[in-house]
C-alpha cells in the first residue's frame, strides 16, 4: 500500500475506502480559512509515523479526520466532528472517529479537555501556543487565554520542585457576562 493515501492509487475515482476517501473530504467553507496546509502536512507527517510505529493501517478514513479536526477553530466533541464529517457525505463509523481522536490524543496532535461536564473536548494541539481556559457553568462557553505570567509561574515551580514540566492545564470556572445579563433580566422582569 501507498504510504500517503491521498496520493494513492484510485483517490481521484474514490477507489477503495482505505485509498479514495481523502478524494471526496472537503472540510466546510467556515473551517477552510484556519486550515494550515504547511501544518496539515507536517501532522501528516507525524500521524503517518506514529501509525507505522504502532504497527496500524493509514486509512483514508483516519486521514480524513485528522484533516477535517486541523480545518476546525475552537474546541469540539466526538458528535460534533462525526455530524460534521457525515453532511460532507464522509462514510466514517463513529467508532473510527473514537478510536483515531484516541490515536491522535496519545500522539500529542489533539488534546482532550473535561472542561466539568459529561463530555470530552477537543482541539487541534500541534504548532499552537500554550493556553487555558475559562468555562462558564451555565452556557458552557469555554473562552482561550494566553498570559505569559502563568508560563514564569509553571518555570518557577518546576525549579523550586526540581521537576521538568512538560504541559499543564489550567481551567477558571465561572459565569459569562452573557449568563450573568440573562439573569439579571429575569429577575428584574419576572414572568406574570
Not at 496520493?7 to 474514490?14: F, I, Q, S, V
Request: with cysteine; hydrophobic share 30%; glycine share 8%.
Amino acid at each position: 500500500m501507498p504510504a500517503d493515501p491521498a496520493k494513492a492509487p484510485g483517490h481521484e475515482t474514490g477507489g477503495s475506502s482505505e485509498t479514495g476517501y481523502a478524494a471526496k473530504h472537503t472540510p466546510s467553507a467556515a473551517s477552510q480559512a484556519t486550515l494550515n496546509t504547511d501544518k496539515l502536512e507536517e501532522v501528516r507527517k507525524l500521524f503517518t509515523a506514529h501509525l507505522e510505529n504502532k504497527g496500524l493501517r493509514k486509512t483514508g478514513e483516519r486521514y480524513a479526520i485528522l484533516e477535517e479536526i486541523y480545518a476546525r477553530s475552537g474546541h469540539f466533541d466526538v458528535d460534533e466532528l462525526y455530524a460534521g464529517m457525515k453532511e460532507r457525505g464522509l462514510q466514517v463509523s463513529r467508532a473510527t472517529v473514537y478510536n483515531t481522536l484516541d490515536l491522535l490524543v496519545e500522539q500529542g496532535l489533539v488534546s482532550k479537555h473535561q472542561f466539568g461536564r459529561n463530555l470530552a473536548q477537543y482541539e487541534k494541539s500541534y504548532g499552537y501556543r500554550q493556553h487555558d481556559h475559562v468555562i462558564c457553568t451555565e452556557c458552557h462557553k469555554v473562552v482561550e487565554f494566553c498570559d505569559p505570567r502563568i508560563h514564569g509561574i509553571q518555570t518557577m515551580v518546576g525549579d523550586l520542585l526540581n521537576f521538568h514540566i512538560l504541559h499543564h492545564s489550567l481551567n477558571l470556572y465561572g459565569i459569562c457576562g452573557d449568563c450573568r445579563a440573562q439573569a439579571a433580566a429575569r429577575t428584574s422582569n419576572p414572568p406574570a
